[in-house]
């Protein structure tokens, strides 16, 4: 393989010699020919004769595709380059982790299991494993010819000349940029306690290693947010047999999707695995102990509630940081972009979590922050922009959750969720342990459905349902004695 590239390297010297080689292929494969390449650099540029600021460019090292992000939309969105050949000496992945791109989702899941219940740890899912592909480790990217740079985060951008500054000071000159920043997860603020030692945010790798090494000294846990990650992570402390809080200002968990009524079919659940709710409460400060760590967080009511650790999850905020001159939607934040992830800028795209797409089904701008999404939106950008197939993206939302997956819960929960959460619901069982929800427009249309529990074949209805929304007999609907009756009953409108 060396003597290939070498071989590969000498032509693309030549070629960039004589001015009419690809530049940013050559400089990566000369690059990766390390000292060798080095000397046959040289020889490129002198008799390249090359003005001392082409020079320089060249030095700055030109990249023909560059990924900003390391996260799960870049994973996928390398996977798709290798797929149609055009990894290999072309594409650069800028990081601001230490390890490459790997399946987020486990990270409140399998990453939190007690120890002696076996927890996932890199590399065991590291892209593309969650969706039943190939493990992509280092060496994945290495054997593909893909430059990873890692712990290196792009602090600045120049649209202009097509520049990006990394934190250690590297300028990189890119041919196309695809952003795939993801979010941020949202804080406290530092003078509430926000910061306090104790204090847990989870968003990537080193946030779960922090957690689970509180999770193995903690005895009394608030968890700061009735959303996705203060389900699981509430799920996955009771595997660890921890006195565990749920604080939140709404007066049901997940009310982002879920109806009261189911809702309150997950609060009794994990009420019976000892997890109790402060609901319609808002955080007036964290306080600190003598030790200086997290000893209690203080409503605003004034009432205290006790935590040696506090996990905080209370949404996520797009990073547009250094982009913002790409363009922000200001509806719903993140980088705009078409129906192909294009941005207003010619050869800048963005996927994943910080692109606000067109969401076609229903006509409106979102961002989702979804994995499904981050996987379908990579590779859909990838593919249109290398095979130049002017196709739209036309996404349906699909969501999930797993929690009390580990070993000896009582049980498990396991629920997916497709369409859109509009109109009226319909809601079928009693979680014993199915459960399904049905959104019914004003003309009866079946927008979005939900099911707790289902076997393979009922979920793969699910998404069928939700992309026709078929006109359902709502009355049919509401009297089926079963969540499989119900499911019958849907399918029989298709
Ligand atoms: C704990 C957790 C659990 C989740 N569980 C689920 C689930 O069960 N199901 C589900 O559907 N979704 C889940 N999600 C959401 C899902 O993980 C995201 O939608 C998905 O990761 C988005 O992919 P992305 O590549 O857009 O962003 P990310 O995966 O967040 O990747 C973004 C990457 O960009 C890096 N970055 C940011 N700024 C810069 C910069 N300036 N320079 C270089 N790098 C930068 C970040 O460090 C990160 O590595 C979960 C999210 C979290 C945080
Ligand atoms: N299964 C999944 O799909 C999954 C799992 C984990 C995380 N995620 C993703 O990770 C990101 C973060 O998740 P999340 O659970 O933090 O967000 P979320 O939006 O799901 O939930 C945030 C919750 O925080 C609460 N809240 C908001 N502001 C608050 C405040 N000031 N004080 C107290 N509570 C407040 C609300 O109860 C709200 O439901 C999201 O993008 C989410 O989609 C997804
Ligand atoms: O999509 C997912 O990927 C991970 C895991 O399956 C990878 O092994 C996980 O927990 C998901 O929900």
Redesign the pocket.
């Known amino acids: 393989m060396t003597s290939a590239l070498r071989r590969k390297a000498a032509q693309m010297a030549s070629a960039a010699a004589a001015g009419t080689g690809c530049y940013s292929q050559t400089s990566w494969a000369l690059r990766r020919l390390g000292a060798g390449g080095g000397a046959l650099a040289s020889a490129a540029t002198r008799r390249r004769n090359c003005s001392v600021s082409a020079a320089a460019v060249f030095d700055n090292q030109n990249r023909e595709y560059v990924i900003?992000?390391?996260?799960?939309?870049?994973?996928y969105a390398a996977r798709t380059f290798v797929e149609h050949g055009m990894a290999d000496g072309r594409l650069c992945i800028?990081?601001?982790?230490a390890v490459p791109?790997y399946?987020?989702?486990a990270?409140?899941?399998g990453y939190l299991f007690p120890p002696e219940k076996k927890p996932a740890r890199l590399p065991g899912f590291h892209t593309c494993v969650g969706s039943g592909g190939q493990r992509q480790t280092a060496e994945w990217y290495k054997e593909n010819g893909i430059e990873v740079l890692y712990e290196?985060?792009?602090?600045a951008f120049d649209g202009k000349t097509q520049t990006l500054k990394?934190s250690s000071g590297k300028i990189l000159k890119y041919g196309s940029l695809i952003i795939?920043?993801?979010?941020?997860?949202a804080r406290l603020p530092e003078k509430i306690g926000g910061d306090l030692p104790g204090v847990h945010y989870?968003?990537?790798v080193a946030d779960?290693d922090s957690l689970v090494s509180s999770l193995g000294k903690a005895k009394k846990i608030v968890v700061i947010g009735g959303g996705?990650?203060g389900m699981?992570v509430a799920a996955a402390a009771c595997g660890w047999n921890l006195d565990t809080t749920i604080i939140f200002p709404e007066d049901h968990i997940m009310p982002r999707l879920f109806t009261p009524s189911l809702a309150k079919k997950y609060e009794e659940l994990y009420e019976q695995n000892g997890v109790k709710f402060v609901k319609g409460a808002l955080i007036d400060k964290l306080d600190a102990g003598s030790d200086g760590r997290v000893s209690s967080a203080i409503l605003k009511d004034g009432s205290v509630v006790e935590a040696d650790t506090v996990i905080v999850g209370i949404g996520?905020k797009p990073?547009v940081?250094?982009f913002e001159a790409v363009g922000v939607n200001i509806e719903v934040g993140g980088i705009e972009v078409d129906s192909m992830f294009r941005t207003s800028i010619p050869s800048i795209f963005a996927?994943?979590?910080?692109a606000a797409f067109p969401l076609k089904m229903y006509d409106r701008i979102a961002r989702?922050?979804?994995?499904?999404?981050?996987r379908k939106s990579?590779q859909h950008c990838i593919e249109t922009l290398l095979t130049s197939q002017a196709k739209a993206y036309d996404y349906l939302p699909?969501?999930?959750?797993?929690v009390f997956e580990y070993e000896g819960s009582s049980r498990k929960i396991w629920w997916q969720f497709y369409g859109d959460n509009v109109g009226e619901t319909i809601e079928v069982g009693n979680f014993d342990p199915k459960i399904a929800t049905f959104w019914i427009d004003s003309d009866s249309r079946l927008k979005g459905v939900f099911l707790e529990s289902g076997t393979s074949e009922e979920f793969s209805l699910l998404p069928k349902l939700a992309r026709s929304q078929p006109i359902v007999d709502k009355a049919k609907l509401k009297s089926a004695t079963s969540v499989e009756d119900a499911l019958e009953i849907a399918r029989s409108s298709l």
Do not use: M, Q, W
């Open positions: 900003v992000g390391g996260g799960n939309a870049a994973g800028v990081s601001k982790e791109p399946e987020r989702p990270l409140t899941k290196d985060p792009v602090e990394t795939s920043t993801g979010c941020a997860a989870i968003r990537d779960a996705y990650i699981e996520a990073s940081s250094p996927i994943g979590d910080v989702v922050e979804h994995v499904d999404h981050a990579a699909y969501f999930y959750s797993r």
